[in-house]
């Protein structure tokens, strides 16, 4: 299994980033992905999660109506959009599949 971050970045408050995992060695579309933050001192929290077809998407409270999550079946990628960006946003993405994790993607939300 290997899954690689991108996409994050510095962006100020109102901001918007869309952050990108690209996996291989697994049938995709047979898993559910999550994406995964963690910010210093602070324990890892699921951010989002959605089924291998992705039609069923869940979200933390702390997110909801903010980020979107989504995946390409077809080029083997999930995505997070990432919208009206707030500082306690800022931490390390991780893309996760039961267990295995991409090496993360900062993203610092600041003015």
């Known amino acids: 299994v290997r899954l690689v971050e991108s996409g994050g970045g510095l962006v100020q408050p109102g901001g918007s980033l869309r952050l990108s995992c690209a996996a291989s060695g697994f049938t995709f579309r047979n898993f559910a992905m999550s994406w995964y933050r963690q910010a210093p001192g602070k324990e890892r929290e699921r951010v989002a999660v959605i089924s291998g077809l992705g039609g069923v998407t869940n979200y933390a409270d702390s997110v909801k109506g903010r980020f979107t999550i989504s995946r390409d079946n077809t080029n083997d990628r999930v995505y997070l959009q990432m919208n009206s960006l707030k500082p306690e946003d800022t931490a390390v993405y991780y893309c996760?599949?039961?267990?295995?994790w991409g090496q993360g993607t900062q993203v610092t939300v600041s003015s």
């Open positions: 996760n599949k039961q267990g295995s």
